[in-house]
């Protein structure tokens, strides 16, 4: 199977990475070869093979819904690239 | 005490325990030490001047109970820590400040330790040389132009290079042990589940550990008793006894049971390594071990079972990275069009190609055939050390296919760079403990490792055979300090 320009333009959509013309065709080679690198798994046959979710063969623990950082607004806040102090600011989404 | 920066971990805290030297001597010690290595790169962000006050604070009046008492200590840039940047190597985080401490790093300073500052690492902990980190290369103490491995390059790199008498990292595939390996040090990936990820930057959830890295397995075993805590703030954290790891640390081993595992013996292998390994299993004999011939038949599936499940599971963590609440922004047309370039001039190479291969893999279409397969797999391969550990307490494996690389040697071949971790990933996929101890040198003088993997939970049973093996060893790092002019 071979990975064609039109599916890494897909991916990158689906992605949310913007790529140019010469990047696309780049990550078109190295995802081929590590896709061929991964076919590898076609050799075993695992229909009667239950998948492994997690190693951790614990069952969720329950905890009170408690409140614990209070009033740190203004320091999570301080982190974003635009603000105006109450809010997160993105570009305009509705015209 | 001119040496201060030699010294091992437990020596140190014997002698601020003894009052022979102050915390505020061996942290102006190892500050010395790392504004004249600047050259290996391993900082990211430097925390001196704060470190210095808390040094002095702690001798004002010392409690020398604790068991990391005013010991400094830089830690890998990946766990946040509150009001210092946390960049996990990349450009996307570049002036991400955090508003909470990891849980990792919050046991290590109730123990009395004091942050020097922040290593270098590969972005997101994607890369197997520190060639990824948006903060340029890290310098191998061992030779000029050497990779330390990675992800947490930076950390081996402080180890090694005596700028830091100890330190943590991650390990998602083996960028704990494979690091350790390239730079002459111990390193421990704890059973999934030991050490909280509260507070850790997310690569692949199912597959993340902390784990510390050390001078010599003593202080690893001290560092690994302080980090792993039950953590009600992650909920894959597993409440089991831990146990006194120092202290119950020792190096009779006799009887313990070994297995040798015959797929580890892979094609290309350098004669070096594998003469190595034989030295191992003769060293692990002399300790009064038994030595099993042991098979883990679906050894080969391991690494692309891993390059579908950590991509996929990283591609879905990193959504997160969209300019918006933290982190760069770049300028776009709309909300989509900022998304997209944030993403695409945020994150390095290496990270967008993971990113690509988990979308995909995960996509439409494609979800049995490859995410739900590897899962499967996933699933046999823990099936093959289950069935080992019926018959043995451990497995003895080397933890590289070869020494560390030149910077650039492999660069642009990514599969040829994923071949680095063939004999640490397995260990992953299961969710077991593993170790990488010194052990030996190839024909550059550069070291080499071994790795002890373990039943899950069981880190002291590994962490006395690493004891007992270091002892036979004997490994003497070559450190030259060529570094420093």
């Not at chain 1, 061929?36 to 009170?64: C, G, H, M, Q």
């Not at chain 2, 933290?326 to 990113?355: C, H, P, W």
């Amino acid at each position: 199977m071979t990975i064609d320009l039109k599916t890494i333009k897909h991916i990158s959509k689906l992605s949310r990475i913007s790529l140019d013309e010469e990047k696309a065709k780049k990550l078109a080679g190295d995802l081929n070869s590590i896709f061929e690198f991964i076919e590898k798994l076609n050799e075993l046959k695992t229909d009667n093979v239950e998948p492994l979710t997690s190693v951790a063969e614990t069952t969720l623990k329950l905890r009170s819904d408690k409140v614990k950082s209070k009033d740190i607004r203004e320091q999570i806040i301080k982190n974003s690239p635009q603000d105006n102090q109450d809010y997160f600011v993105v570009p305009k989404v509705i015209e | 005490m001119s040496d201060i920066t030699k010294q091992s971990l437990s020596e140190l805290v014997k002698n601020i325990k003894d009052k022979k030297l102050s915390s505020e001597e061996v942290t102006r010690a190892f500050i010395d030490r790392s504004e004249k290595s600047k050259e290996l790169n391993t900082y990211i962000t430097e925390d001196y001047s704060s470190a210095l006050n808390k040094a002095k604070k702690f001798d004002q009046k010392p409690n020398l109970e604790l068991k990391l008492p005013g010991i400094p200590m830089a830690v890998k840039d990946l766990f946040c820590t509150k009001d210092i940047r946390t960049t996990a190597g990349s450009k996307i985080l570049g002036n991400f400040v955090p508003t909470y401490e990891s849980t990792v790093t919050q046991n290590i300073w109730n123990e009395g330790a004091i942050l020097l500052g922040k290593l270098n690492c590969d972005e997101f902990a994607m890369g197997s040389s520190n060639e990824t980190s948006f903060f340029g290369n890290v310098q191998n103490p061992i030779d000029k132009n050497l990779v330390p491995g990675g992800s947490s390059g930076g950390s081996a790199s402080a180890v090694a290079g005596q700028l830091t008498p100890i330190t943590i990292g991650t390990d998602t595939g083996g960028s704990i042990r494979q690091p350790a390996s390239f730079t002459g040090t111990v390193g421990l990936k704890p059973t999934y589940g030991s050490c909280s990820r509260y507070g850790i930057v997310a690569f692949a959830s199912s597959l993340d550990q902390a784990g510390p890295m050390a001078q010599n397995v003593k202080d690893c075993a001290l560092l690994q008793e302080v980090i792993s805590t039950y953590d009600s703030k992650d909920s894959t954290s597993i409440d089991f006894k831990r146990n006194n790891y120092s202290k119950e640390l020792t190096n009779n081993i006799k009887g313990k049971k070994v297995g040798i595992p015959k797929e580890y013996r892979v094609d290309g292998m350098p004669k070096e390594i594998d003469e190595l390994w034989q030295k191992g299993i003769q060293y692990v004999k002399d300790c009064g071990a038994e030595i099993f011939d042991i098979s883990l038949p679906h050894t080969s599936y391991a690494l692309p079972t891993y390059y579908i499940v950590a991509p996929a599971e990283a591609s879905s963590n990193l959504a997160r990275y969209d300019g918006v609440k933290y982190g760069f922004r770049a300028k776009g047309e709309n909300l989509i069009d900022m998304y997209e370039k944030t993403r695409s001039e945020g994150f390095g190479a290496e990270v967008q190609r993971r990113i690509m291969i988990g979308t995909y893999v995960l996509s439409s279409g494609y979800y049995d055939a490859y995410y739900l397969k590897a899962q499967k797999v996933r699933k046999l391969i823990k099936n093959d050390f289950d069935e080992a550990y019926k018959k043995v307490d451990a497995i003895l494996t080397p933890s590289t296919p070869s020494s560390a690389f030149k910077i650039g040697e492999k660069k642009d071949d990514p599969v040829s760079m994923y071949l680095n971790d063939i004999f640490t990933v397995p260990v992953n996929l299961a969710g077991l403990p593993g170790i990488s101890i010194p052990a030996g040198h190839d024909a550059n003088g550069y070291p080499l490792g071994l790795q002890i993997i373990g039943k899950a939970f069981d880190e002291q049973n590994i962490l006395n055979i690493a004891y007992a093996m270091e002892e036979k060893i004997n490994f003497k790092n070559k450190i030259t300090d060529w570094w420093i002019k």
